[in-house]
């Protein structure tokens, strides 16, 4: 098995092709930090992967190690087959973006996974895309007594890391999370790694 | 105030639009009923409610009377300024589609939410629509205490309603749901019913 590097400075989001069948990890490797994770199907423009279906499919408000996960017409998409890490994750929260930090008070730019997505995709030609809802690795939203959504520091350590396999030909996106202001990424944005593994 | 009605059969969707500072009320006719509602910023094709950024906007998982609704650029888009029905209402699960049909085991063709979404889009010239993730009205998807997300019929009596006022000009789809496999619809998909309020 030979495994090729990607490495995402904090704040940042890459794209990267997965053929079916392939897997690749993602790796929190400073620790405390999110992973916003997106995948579309490479074949056509109309077709990713779905929190909200997959919402639906597992009859579950988060994932977990072991299930699959599907696009928004119902494939199944990415396995997810290992989890080394405290196995906290969301997927009901949207990918930050210039409003939200405008909202928390921010003036003039800041990063955000929303423009990294949109990077990662214009690179590849791939402009006007659609930007659903992602797999927020690592994050920590957790679901309180009155039915509120807390915000809590991603609770992993350096080199903890998720294991997906891809079960279409998918380009995946995943963003080191620029959250500063409120507690996601212990509040400082650190990097990710990617490995693809190739056996 | 003068009242438009807009009568939705069951199975069925429609499209209307309200100006910003304008009252709808979505009642749920022979109840047990779910509508699902989406809602589309007017002048565009690119902003719409948003569930996802709702979620993160209210700190929620499901919506409640008195608060605001926001599009994809986290623009307040719809506020929830009455509920007269038990208050049970969904915004985590996909609207029902094709592919939702055809994994329950129907063959053939089944009414959708997702279609009757597209389909009244198309008759006012917006086709290649996004389907974006609806508030589902009257929808009863309990959270289990392992995180399991329960579907249990709507407990929706008939005249049953909630009203909801435009901040932007939108157009609105309320889609009758047919859900008719699960108990989400009791068993049998009925009529919802619009009153668009003109002061």
């Not at 696009?71 to 939200?100: E, K, Q, W, Y």
């Amino acid at each position: 098995m030979t495994h090729i590097h990607i490495h995402i400075p904090a704040r940042e989001g890459r794209a990267f092709a997965v053929a079916a069948g392939q897997s690749f990890r993602v790796i929190d490797a400073e620790g405390a930090q999110v992973a916003d994770l997106f995948a579309f199907v490479a074949d056509t423009t109309g077709e990713w992967l779905s929190a909200e279906h997959t919402r639906v499919a597992l009859g579950r408000l988060f994932p977990r190690v072991g299930e699959g996960w599907c696009t928004n017409l119902r494939r199944p998409i990415l396995t997810f087959i290992a989890d080394d890490s405290p196995g906290v994750h969301d997927m009901l929260c949207a990918a930050c973006s210039p409003s939200r930090y405008a909202l928390l008070g921010v003036r003039g730019h800041h990063a955000s996974c929303e423009e990294n997505l949109r990077g990662a995709m214009t690179d590849l030609g791939r402009r006007d895309v659609v930007v659903p809802q992602p797999v927020n690795l690592f994050e920590n939203n957790p679901i309180l007594p009155d039915g509120a959504l807390g915000i809590e520091p991603a609770p992993t350590r350096p080199g903890d890391s998720v294991t997906l396999r891809a079960e279409l030909d998918v380009i995946v996106v995943v963003t080191a999370c620029p959250q500063d202001i409120t507690a996601l990424c212990g509040g400082v944005p650190s990097s990710i790694d990617i490995e693809l593994l190739t056996t």
